[in-house]
């Protein structure tokens, strides 16, 4: 099986507990990068790598303007900047908003699905609105595996909700297992798709759509 070696992951509402608990699932010798973006304000000061770095045991850092990727580092996206993957860098660019967000989580997926194509796993955890959909459209467009958090266990859904309406999830998992789903997409030894729960629409509450806004 491949190695998903790229993981991004997309949060916002009520995302960073969520990834607080996920990083301390994390194993010490994890096999892969993790690249984050979160909805960050632009007007204040974000201590997202210090609070993950208290929490796991992977090295957090917000990166510099390009710095290379490599296995067992979180590179998180600080505010008013987007996180990009471009040759085997993380870079930070100062593009503008997408979703009315900087960072947003559509230009990290985008981007790391072009570069690295079947390489690359995307996660959508707690939010609310849509970013993160149409980026794991990419991801999955360019081969690469798609995971959401347990909609029915997220503080805000409306994100993953979103993602499982316009595209083909592969796994959808409560975050106390995620930790061990990530480490066997690292490694290539991950099992087939499967979802925590039956999927089905109705059942996860209302789905936010673009053309409501």
Same mark, same amino acid.
């Given at each position: 099986?491949?190695?998903?070696?790229?993981?991004?992951?997309?949060?916002?509402?009520?995302?960073?507990?969520?990834?607080?608990?996920?990083?301390?699932?994390?194993?010490?010798?994890?096999?892969? #990068?993790?690249?984050?973006?979160?909805?960050?304000?632009? !007007?204040?000061?974000? &201590?997202?790598?210090?609070?993950? @770095?208290?929490?796991?045991? =992977?090295?957090? =850092?917000?990166?510099?303007? /390009?710095?290379?990727?490599?296995?067992?580092?979180?590179?998180?996206?600080?505010? @008013?900047q987007h996180l990009i993957v471009e040759d085997g860098a993380?870079?930070?660019?100062?593009?503008? +908003?997408? $979703?009315?967000?900087?960072?947003?989580? @559509?230009?990290?997926?985008?981007?790391?699905?072009?570069?690295?194509?079947?390489?690359? #796993?995307?996660? /959508?955890?707690?939010? #609310?609105?849509?970013?993160?959909?149409?980026?794991?459209?990419?991801? +999955?467009?360019?081969?690469?595996?798609?995971?959401?958090?347990?909609?029915?266990?997220?503080?805000?859904?409306?994100? /993953?909700?979103?993602? =499982?309406? !316009?595209?083909?999830?592969? !796994?959808?998992?409560?975050?106390? +297992?995620?930790?061990?789903?990530?480490?066997?997409?690292?490694?290539?030894?991950?099992?087939? +798709?499967?979802?925590?729960?039956? /999927? $089905?629409?109705?059942?996860?509450?209302?789905?936010? &759509?673009?053309?409501?806004?």
């Amino acid at each position: 099986m491949i190695r998903r070696d790229i993981i991004t992951i997309g949060a916002s509402a009520g995302g960073i507990e969520v990834l607080q608990q996920l990083v301390e699932s994390l194993p010490q010798d994890f096999p892969a #990068a993790i690249l984050i973006a979160v909805h960050l304000s632009p !007007y204040f000061p974000s &201590k997202l790598p210090t609070l993950l @770095n208290r929490a796991g045991r =992977l090295e957090a =850092l917000f990166p510099s303007a /390009i710095e290379p990727i490599r296995p067992g580092r979180i590179y998180v996206a600080p505010p @008013n900047q987007h996180l990009i993957v471009e040759d085997g860098a993380a870079r930070l660019w100062q593009g503008p +908003k997408e $979703n009315r967000f900087r960072p947003a989580i @559509n230009p990290l997926f985008r981007s790391a699905a072009v570069a690295h194509r079947e390489r690359v #796993a995307g996660v /959508i955890l707690s939010g #609310a609105l849509d970013d993160g959909s149409a980026g794991l459209w990419w991801i +999955k467009r360019f081969g690469g595996v798609t995971v959401v958090q347990d909609p029915s266990r997220a503080a805000h859904p409306e994100m /993953i909700q979103s993602a =499982l309406q !316009y595209v083909d999830i592969d !796994y959808v998992i409560d975050i106390p +297992k995620m930790g061990k789903l990530l480490t066997d997409l690292a490694t290539g030894t991950a099992g087939p +798709k499967v979802s925590a729960l039956p /999927i $089905n629409i109705d059942d996860v509450g209302p789905i936010w &759509k673009p053309e409501e806004r």
